[in-house]
């Protein structure tokens, strides 16, 4: 499992977990889309724009390596703003390679990309 250096390990302040410390020993968690109601807490909405804005960051348009990535902040976005890099796409891989659509994080998520034109 590559471990991204330098990727904040959870959101500043808060107990929203970013990445994790070692492999599952009962197996990966696969990545599943997860809907994203109307309703979540700030806090929550908080914690997706946190990552999404350290996704940018770290990796920019290009793709990269599941890794040590949190699997359930990853679902929270797969399938919108974290799209699969590669086909077929292994959802219970570490080696797995995603990517960030800047498309629809921008739209998602405008106040992450607001220093940065289209």
Known sequence: MLKHRGFPGRLAG???????????PKGVTPLKARER??????????AD????AA???HFGDQP?????LDAGRLSWLFGREVVPAEDP????????LLM?????ARASFPDVFRDYPA
């Open 14 to 24: 808060t107990d929203f977990q970013f990445t994790i410390r070692r492999p599952n």
């Open 89 to 96: 796409f292994d959802p219970e891989s570490y080696d797995a």
């Open 37 to 46: 109601f109307a309703d979540r807490r700030p806090a929550d909405r908080r």
């Open 100 to 104: 960030l659509d800047i498309n629809v």
């Open 49 to 52: 724009a946190g990552f999404v």
């Open 55 to 57: 996704l940018w960051e």
């Open 64 to 68: 990269f390596e599941r890794g040590n």
